[in-house]
């Protein structure tokens, strides 16, 4: 452990090209993913959330369910989507990480929809009644119901972002691993770990652990400056 | 103007509000009283359009206002509040605010309010739009003696000068008698009682209604 510790430190220190490729390879993906993902799922997790609609059931089950969509499941469905003779195929973008961040979002949004919708049905109550009850158009109540919850929204965010960087089924199906340009941490972590090499796949860990510290720091300052606002 | 014509609400098999007929003619100010879950609410939440009824026809003129009985203060100050969705209307919020002692609390998060400054700042965020229906649950019931005071002026003064209907439900018998010039007691999800105050508190229509006021303690 001790030696997995001082190797991740070396590894940072030593700013190893093909580790601070991966870190922004793997950092690109999962801020892409992640932004993609709440792009269309926060508005729809909240619309869902708050609003009732003729098979309102049956589309929350279907989210819950895709919540524990597996993750190879997901680079399977993407795979083929976009392999050669895919719907996609002339798209070329298998193993590409813009196909990873597909896979992800595949994975990731309904995991944002379902937990906004939660949080939206329980937390927006009075802000709506409220807000109807001033006369305000339904983009507005929308906005403010946003507006209003966007310190629990954050942590939402926060939740897929962590989705994202810890994935690796999906993306090492639909990104094939490829050095210098594919390979993000979890996948080098895998390949590593197959090559005898656990020394290092465990500092690749505590690297990526280091990253998903710093970055939810960060979330935890802007959630906190949220709720003082 | 507020007609209901055969309007009832149930949840499962439980009814909670039948009326069978209900016309409020414009500018008439419609107190409604009665024991908790008598259908005040329910009955201002389908004027309002919150709440669909199970049977029946609703027509309400708009635009309807509606002040829920727990209102909910938005992030930002008093002012920010007050101004949602209505930007150029400070001079009007600036005075209302000072109608309802509420000036000084202006730059304020109005998250930070008390009960009652809460429910001043939510009338305020609403009067401060015009309207043609007043719909307000239960709009003193965190309000000291003197606030109420202030509220059910500012309340006058709003009606008179736009001419709107208002509807609002009450516990306090003050808040009906002084305000109102209708009064309907409900029991049970239907009407008991209907018609001016003084008439209703010399001869309530049935013995329930009489039970009632006389609880009132005038």
């Known amino acids: ?229 | 103007m507020i007609e209901l014509s055969h309007v009832k609400k149930t949840y499962r098999d439980r009814t909670v509000l039948e009326i069978d007929t209900l016309t409020v003619p414009q500018g008439e100010t419609l107190a409604l009283v009665g024991p908790n879950g008598c259908g005040k609410t329910t009955l201002l939440r389908i004027l309002a359009g919150r709440l669909k009824s199970t049977e029946g026809s609703v027509k309400a003129a708009a635009p309807v206002l509606y002040l829920p009985q727990k209102p909910y203060a938005f992030r930002g100050t008093v002012l920010h509040n007050i101004l949602l969705g209505t930007h150029k209307k400070r001079g009007e919020a600036l005075r209302l605010l000072e109608e309802t002692d509420l000036l000084h609390l202006k730059d304020k998060k109005a998250a930070s309010l008390s009960g009652g400054e809460l429910q001043r700042m939510a009338l305020c965020r609403l009067l401060v739009r015009p309207c043609s229906l007043l719909l307000l649950d239960e709009p003193t019931s965190a309000c000291d003696a003197a606030g109420t005071e202030l509220l059910l002026g500012v309340l006058r003064r709003y009606r008179e000068a736009t001419g709107c209907t208002m509807v609002l439900s009450t516990h306090t018998p003050a808040v009906a008698l002084n305000t109102a010039n209708r009064l309907i007691i409900l029991n049970g999800g239907t009407i008991e009682a209907d018609g001016g105050p003084q008439t209703i508190l010399r001869a309530p229509e049935s013995d329930w209604a009489k039970q009632f006021i006389a609880g009132w303690r005038i």
């Open chain 1, 1 to 229: 452990m001790e030696e997995s510790f001082r190797k991740a430190f070396e590894l940072l220190l030593s700013r190893d090209p093909e580790l601070l490729q991966i870190l922004g390879v793997t950092l690109r993906m999962s801020f892409f993913s992640t932004t993609i993902s709440c792009l269309i799922g926060l508005p729809l997790g909240t619309l869902l959330g708050t609003h009732r609609f003729p098979g309102k059931g049956v589309l929350k089950k279907l989210i819950h369910t895709l919540m524990g969509l597996p993750p190879v499941v997901a680079g399977l469905i993407v795979y083929m989507l976009f392999t050669h003779y895919g719907p996609f195929g002339r798209l070329n973008l298998l193993f590409t990480v813009d196909v990873m961040v597909v896979a992800q979002c595949l994975l990731i949004t309904p995991v944002v929809i379902g937990l906004s919708s939660s949080y939206m049905e329980t937390a927006t109550k009075h802000t709506i009644e409220t807000a109807k009850g001033m006369g305000l158009s339904r983009g507005r109540v929308l906005f403010l119901c946003l507006s209003e919850n966007r310190a629990s929204l954050l942590s939402v965010v926060l939740n897929a972002f962590g989705r994202s960087i810890a994935e690796v089924g999906a993306v090492s199906i639909v990104g094939g691993n490829i050095q210098w340009k594919t390979r993000v941490m979890t996948t080098a972590i895998m390949l590593e770990t197959n090559k005898g090499k656990f020394h290092f796949a465990l500092a690749l860990g505590i690297v990526l652990l280091l990253v998903a510290f710093v970055v939810n720091v960060a979330a935890s300052w802007t959630v906190r400056e949220a709720r003082d606002d």
